[in-house]
């Protein structure tokens, strides 16, 4: 029996062995580029979602693997922890890398291993500069949970319609607008209203 993560953890690696991405092998395979996106993996309620069985056919036959060795793929272990998505926080606001609700998609992303238990859905950024200083520093990497529900007072990302994205403290959030609190004294709050915001994700870790 499979568990959910170690069969999308066996789509990414199947991907990542043909060097494309998941989007890159659905395309292959005649399937929606989106079909293996991250946030086609949770339902609205948070359930898991599966891939069907058409489209894990479609992509082994692209590949010329029988299910037996995509088996031993899904449950392909990380002894230190599993791999996510990380990219430069700068580059983040470049188009292509994420999709409307959040979630890493594209080319341009790099791996690291992070330790423990971490939910499949997440991805890591890495600090660049000193506008988040002291609470989070240059080099830092923080782990960034789209699907976590955010509540006043907690660390997020924020992506706006313009493209920037930045790293704050969540103040306020009305059906209207979006307050952010700078982690850095020497740069200014912002308010924007919700038509200016794309997204808004939690910061659930960070690591040095």
Known sequence: MFSHDEIWGGIDRLAKALSTSPSGLARQAGLDPTSFNKSKRMGASGKPRWPSTESVSKILSVAGLSFEDFAAMAVARRARGPLVPVIGLAQAGEGGLFDDSGYPVGEGWDEVR???????????????????????????????????TIRKGDRVVVKTREGEIMAKELARKTTTRIDLKSLNADYDDLSFTRKEIEWIARIVWVTQ
């Open 114 to 148: 992070m330790p423990g238990d971490i939910d499949s859905n997440v991805y890591a950024l890495e600090i660049q500069g000193d506008s988040m200083f002291p609470v989070f520093r240059d080099g830092d990497r923080v782990i960034v949970a789209p699907n976590e």
